[in-house]
């Protein structure tokens, strides 16, 4: 099992796991062709995110996305993860857990202040790699949610 960075080489496979990793949106090819997956790759390429694939014996099995932010309050960046799946026929081997050590390894060496994760379905997994509760997440997307008064 190893960790590396992501290239374009990987958009194949990355947007297969993506297909079932999202469950709020619908991925269309053509918009992570052309937009989402070279913008992420520049961002990466930037400094500005890091993009990890984890491979076995060659292949590809999940990838992690964390976007690096800039902040007042913390004194320095925060790296915060937004996607994190491994293929479900290789779950419960270590490779999660190995994607998150690589991005904790990548903010060690970007000196950032924290590494976040907002998550509904894997609380537990975070937890017992260290993470603890911090706050609430809320999200209003714009163009798409109606307005309750
Ligand atoms: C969460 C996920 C990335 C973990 O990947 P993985 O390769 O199975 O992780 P590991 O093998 O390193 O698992 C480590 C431990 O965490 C546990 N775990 C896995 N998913 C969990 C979850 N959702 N909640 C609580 N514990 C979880 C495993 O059971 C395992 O425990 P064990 O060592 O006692 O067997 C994977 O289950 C996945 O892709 N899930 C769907 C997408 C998702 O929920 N992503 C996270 C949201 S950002």
New binding site residues.
Partial sequence: MTVRVATQEDSAVIYRLLC??ATSYQPERAIFDHRTFPRVLKAAADGAAELLVAELNGTVV?YVLAARLPTLFAGGTVLD????????A???????????HAVITRAEQADDVEVT?????????Y??LGFTETATYLKYAPGRAAVHR
């Fill in positions: 079932d990793f999940g993860i937004l996607e994190l799946t491994v293929d479900a290789h779950r419960g081997h270590g490779m999660g857990s190995l994607l998150v994760v907002p998550t509904r379905r894997a609380a537990g997994f937890s017992r």
